[in-house]
């Protein structure tokens, strides 16, 4: 019997130990808190995972170690490197298959649909963390000391995983109240949804095809946040959005009384033009499709109001 381990507790990682234990594998999931789905098959433990002894430890025998960890977002760029390196000195000593769950940070700003081949340019803190984090992983890969693969999904929707739509949009719509966002209320933009990541993921890691290369999720929508919030409010018989665009110096005073809000200003570029992904080769490659959107709009609204 197979045994995955899964980095981090975030609704992907939670999502992926699932999927992977009712498939009938092992799952050892790690985190700080020891916390995750409870399952017969998956084993919840306490570590620093920036501990590359430690971690290396507990992946030793594994099959897959998969990065699904979710830093603060406002420590991200701080936590992230010690992180990245004992990912990849663990694989690198134990074999396991690295996969490592990304995002769409590292490509900076584009006018056309992202593809897998697109050169990463990033121009922000973030987006050059993680753009560090693939070539060191992919330098690795190629030079035949791991295996290694990456996925990266479009902004994410659906329950429990910190994003724009959750934050600052389904509250407020929820509620009747006015949302605003800092974006361009009618650019097309897409939602990755943390089921279709965990299929994604768990997918790549057993199809030797995936290996030396990086893949996108399949959106649940490539629509605005304006026709996304309209669509929520039907399903959960809210009101009709009130919606309003916020400023990049209304973002900035926000930020001043929030340390997470404070983080959005230098990815607000993704929000204010169209930023598609295109997940066509992820599609035809492994037979993937998404989840319909109505079915995470209507988990999602579920999970507010309980």
Known sequence: MPLHVIVG???????????????GDR??????????PEHPLIERIAADVRDADRLTELTDGATTLFNCATPAYDRLPVETPAL????????ERTGAGYVNLSNTYGYGPADTPLTEDRPLSPTTVK?????????????AHRAG?????????????????????????????????????????DAAHSWGYPGDV???LVALSRDERAWGRAWHVPPVSDGSVRQLATRFAELA??????????SALDLHNAGLADPIVAQMWEMQYQYLRPCLLDAS????????VPTPLDEVLLETAGAFTG
């Open 145 to 185: 000391r791991i295996r290694f693969t990456e996925v990266r999904p479009g902004d994410f929707i659906g329950p429990g995983q910190l994003s724009v739509f959750n934050l600052l949009v389904a509250p407020p719509v929820l509620a009747g109240e006015t949302a605003t966002v800092p974006a361009d209320l």
């Open 281 to 288: 080769l992820t599609a035809q490659t492994f037979g993937l």
């Open 9 to 23: 507790t975030s609704a992907s990682g939670t999502a992926t130990a699932r999927l992977l234990a009712e498939s």
């Open 198 to 200: 965990a299929r994604t």
């Open 127 to 139: 987006g050059r963390v993680r753009a560090r984090m693939w070539a060191d992983a992919i330098a």
């Open 237 to 246: 018989g809210a009101p009709v959005p009130r919606l309003a665009a916020m």
């Open 27 to 36: 799952v050892r999931i790690l985190s700080r808190r020891g916390g995750g």
């Open 84 to 91: 990245a390196a004992a990912l990849l000195t663990t694989a």
